[in-house]
């Protein structure tokens, strides 16, 4: 989503933006609104009686079944969403499935694009990550394998949701970072020098993609959710659940679009590579 601003105008303004005529009586002030009268001042009957039948009819109804609430769930907009986490099969971006083969063979540590797919609903975005190097040994510094969670030959094929759990900036405002892509390495308990991981441009925020997303600087104090993956006996990669926090924004990550249905495709998308850590 974006705004657009006039001169000068921070975020702030995209509400003001919208009211362009002047108020007629000063902010703050509480204008009384006079009871509806005839000509001669009198109370207009005609007026008074329209609100006597409405209050009748309100009591009617709510006696009789409670059409009160029954108004106000009409007027209120269902909630969009899906019931149960879907398996969906993943598709890669040229149509055919994903497999576990041509993900080992197509993509790597080093791809410099993010390969985004949506699950489970249709605004909800997520990077598919092949871990494994290119060539080398997986050690942090170039790779990983056995990561948690993480599917295929070496365990390195992994999901994460690509919306920033600090403010909820979307890919590819987050992105993931191929090593060596910025100076700034990270430890964890496997790996002593990680060189890559997913940053946010935003406001900084990291996340150790060989450790469920966890986070390696704020200001985001939550993981990422990670897209539980599978793989059938032809070696096909479904999305089917997904672990840890709601997708940000979601107040539950069933809830707030449309399912993305039984398929997913990929999409590439060009990273915003910044390289600023907050300590
Ligand atoms: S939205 Fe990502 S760090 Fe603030």
Do not use: W
């Not at 069933?254 to 850590?277: A, N």
């Amino acid at each position: 989503m974006s705004f657009s601003h006039g001169p000068g105008c921070d975020l702030a303004c995209q509400f003001a933006q919208g009211q362009s005529l002047p108020l007629d009586f000063p902010v703050g002030q509480v204008r009384r609104v006079a009871p509806a009268r005839g000509d001669d001042g009198d109370v207009d009957e005609t007026k008074r009686n329209v609100l006597k039948l409405l209050a009748v009819a309100g009591l009617v109804g709510a006696g009789a079944g409670g059409l009160a609430g029954g108004v106000i769930q009409y007027v209120q907009p269902p909630t969009i969403g899906i019931s149960s986490y879907p398996r969906v099969q993943l598709i890669d971006i040229d149509g055919s499935p994903l497999t576990v083969a041509k993900v080992e063979s197509e993509y790597n540590a080093g791809t410099p694009n993010d390969l985004i797919f949506n699950y489970p609903l249709r605004n909800e975005p997520n990077f598919l990550l092949n871990l494994f190097p290119a060539s080398g040994t997986p050690d942090g510094t170039n790779g990983a394998e056995n990561v948690p969670g993480g599917v295929g030959t070496h365990k390195s094929i992994v999901a994460y949701s690509a919306i920033c759990q600090h403010l909820g900036c979307p890919a590819p405002a987050i992105s993931y970072y191929p090593p060596g892509t910025c100076p700034k390495t990270f430890s964890n308990n496997t790996y002593p020098t990680l060189s890559f991981y997913i940053h946010c441009s935003c406001h900084g925020s990291t996340y150790d993609v060989t450790n469920s997303a966890s986070n390696l600087t704020g200001p985001a104090v939550l993981p990422l959710p990670q897209v539980t993956l599978d793989v059938d006996a032809s070696g096909n990669i479904y999305a089917i659940g997904e672990q840890g926090p709601p997708v940000n924004g979601h107040l539950n990550t069933l809830q707030g679009d449309y399912g993305v249905g039984s398929t997913s495709q990929l999409v590439k998308e060009t990273p915003v590579i910044l390289c600023s850590f907050p300590t």
